[in-house]
């Protein structure tokens, strides 16, 4: 019986290194073989994760943000429209017209602040100074804009072609196939009609195994998630006995992906930003977030308060796609749901994110994620040692 590991189960080996400035560390890598971001991050296709200010904000980061689909064919067309028009208005996609960046972003800014009924306080300036950064970084590469992908999730069954169509004629330039298990006749015949009815790349998954990422590379897939059974809600274990723990998931992922050139996400597992790095490290080409991304004001929900002021707490509900809650069913049930705290707003904890993956890079010498995947090396630790990366008390 083969021995699987899980992110708890490894660490990173710091080594000599030449990088001089943390902030300089290159993040940029593949969403699709055709697309790039500038941060590994993507939001997952999730009701209370993803629709369209959580999609607008990670792509404004530099991430992906992928619409989900648990919801009306107009509802989620109207979403990625949305986006498309917003990415489209400030950065001219296809368009002739001069770049005015500055202008473009310091007026959505105002416009966003303007009804409030006090002047602009620190925390807007920062938001601010954040816009205009990423204004300026967008044009660097001439070619960054055109390649983002805006990215919306479906199914394999029912209205999916139907649904794509729509999202693909409003905006959408990557599918993103939403299902639980990835390594499946229907997933097969969903990417074969896909390809040939709306022309754009095609996210699948999700799969666990070797041989499950070379059918879907086999098939056509342009990009691959790959996690079966590790999301912090997922159940799918506990019902059904079925995953594999995600490092080793991500491992044989790779080893098959990089011969097709097809990038890997890897989705579920995380818990700490750590955890972020270690799934870069295993070779993914960027991660997918759930549960650190949940309750923060781009997240779909409203906040919702629990006491009185000065002692009331603020949180907003996380439920898995498999869920009773979201499914409204008791079958096939392999999600949990429940509240989490509100964070806020989610730049922030992407700041938090890009810091400790730069830090990452900087520990192994690394200046950008081929570099990283090239030098890390990564160590199996002991029970003692999983109790030793924990903060210690003076009591222990």
């Not at 897939?221 to 079966?228: F, Q």
Request: hydrophobic letters at 35%; proline letters at 3%.
């Amino acid at each position: 019986m083969r021995k699987t590991l899980t992110y708890d189960d490894i660490n990173i080996l710091p080594k000599y290194s030449e990088v001089m400035s943390r902030e300089n560390v290159d993040l940029s890598t593949r969403f699709t073989k055709n697309t790039t971001m500038s941060v590994p991050i993507v939001s997952s296709p999730m009701d209370t994760v993803t629709e369209y200010k959580m999609a607008s904000e990670m792509l404004d980061q530099g991430g992906v943000g992928v619409i989900h689909r648990f919801q009306s064919i107009e509802k989620q067309t109207e979403q990625m429209k949305r986006v498309w028009r917003q990415w489209n208005s400030w950065y001219d996609i296809g368009g002739d017209k001069d770049r005015t960046d500055h202008n473009r972003v310091f007026d959505e800014w105002y416009k966003q602040i303007r009804h409030w009924n006090h002047p602009p306080t620190k925390s807007d300036y920062e938001d601010l100074h954040e816009l205009l950064w990423f204004a300026d970084e967008a044009w660097k590469d001439e070619e960054y804009w055109g390649k983002r992908p805006l990215c919306a999730a479906v199914g394999v069954k029912g209205d999916y072609l139907e649904r794509a169509k729509e999202l693909v004629n409003n905006g959408c330039n990557v599918l993103f196939i939403d299902i639980a298990h990835g390594h499946h006749k229907l997933m097969e015949d969903a990417i074969y009609r896909l390809k040939g009815e709306t022309n754009v790349e095609i996210v699948a998954g999700s799969v666990a195994t070797a041989e499950g990422v070379r059918f879907l590379c086999e098939n056509g897939a342009d990009s691959i998630r790959v996690g079966v059974g590790n999301g912090s809600l997922c159940e799918t274990r506990i019902r059904t006995g079925v995953g594999v723990p995600q490092v080793t998931t991500i491992l044989d992922a790779v080893s098959v992906a990089d011969a097709y050139g097809v990038p890997i996400i890897a989705d579920g597992g995380v818990r700490t930003i750590g955890d972020v790095c270690k799934g870069l490290a295993c070779g993914a080409d960027s991660i997918m977030l759930g549960s650190l991304l949940s309750g923060t004001k781009e997240s779909p929900g409203e906040i919702e308060k629990i006491g009185q002021w000065p002692n009331e707490k603020l949180f907003k509900k996380y439920r898995g796609s498999a869920s009773r809650d979201s499914k409204r069913s008791n079958k096939n049930v392999e999600g949990n749901h429940k509240v989490v705290p509100y964070k806020g707003k989610v730049y922030r904890i992407l700041s938090d994110i890009k810091d400790g993956v730069h830090s990452s890079f900087s520990y192994v010498g690394a200046n950008n994620l081929s570099e990283y995947h090239s030098k890390v090396e990564l160590v199996e630790v002991t029970a003692a040692g999983q109790i030793e990366a924990r903060p210690h008390l003076l009591n222990d």
